[in-house]
C-alpha cells in the first residue's frame, strides 16, 4: 500500500514540487485520447484540483512493485460525481506511465 498511500497524501496535501519529483522524467499520462507529459499532468491536476471538491471514498483495487489500481469518487462544485479508474505504471521507482476512466457516477 506504499504507492496507494502516497497518492493519496500528495493530493490531499497539493504537494505539486513533490508530485514532480515523483513522476518519471518520461512520464506520460493518457485519457481518452488525450495525452500528456509530466509538466502537463501537475499543471492540470492543480487546475482541477481548484474546480473539484474532493476525492471521495478511494479504493485501493491492486498494488505490486510495478504497478498500482485504484478507484475514487471525484465530486465537482456543482455537485456531478465521477468514478474514477486510474492505473500507474512504474519504472525506476517512480510513476512512468498513467491512464484514467471517468465514469458518470450520477446513473
Given at each position: 500500500?506504499?504507492?496507494?498511500?502516497?497518492?493519496?497524501?500528495?493530493?490531499?496535501?497539493?504537494?505539486?514540487?513533490?508530485?514532480?519529483?515523483?513522476?518519471?522524467?518520461?512520464?506520460?499520462?493518457?485519457?481518452?485520447?488525450?495525452?500528456?507529459?509530466?509538466?502537463?499532468?501537475?499543471?492540470k491536476?492543480?487546475?482541477?484540483?481548484?474546480?473539484?471538491?474532493?476525492?471521495?471514498e478511494?479504493?485501493?483495487?491492486?498494488?505490486?512493485?510495478?504497478?498500482?489500481?485504484?478507484?475514487?469518487?471525484?465530486?465537482?462544485?456543482?455537485?456531478?460525481?465521477?468514478?474514477?479508474?486510474?492505473?500507474?505504471?512504474?519504472?525506476?521507482?517512480?510513476?512512468?506511465?498513467?491512464?484514467?476512466?471517468?465514469?458518470?457516477?450520477?446513473?
Open positions: 500500500m506504499e504507492k496507494y498511500n502516497k497518492v493519496l497524501k500528495l493530493l490531499e496535501e497539493r504537494s505539486w514540487d513533490e508530485m514532480k519529483g515523483w513522476l518519471h522524467e518520461d512520464f506520460m499520462y493518457i485519457k481518452e485520447t488525450a495525452l500528456s507529459d509530466r509538466q502537463e499532468h501537475i499543471a491536476l492543480k487546475s482541477q484540483f481548484t474546480t473539484k471538491s474532493a476525492i471521495n478511494p479504493e485501493l483495487l491492486y498494488e505490486n512493485e510495478d504497478m498500482m489500481a485504484f478507484k475514487h469518487l471525484v465530486v465537482q462544485k456543482n455537485g456531478k460525481k465521477h468514478r474514477i479508474t486510474q492505473i500507474q505504471l512504474y519504472k525506476d521507482g517512480k510513476v512512468w506511465r498513467e491512464i484514467s476512466n471517468a465514469v458518470d457516477a450520477m446513473q
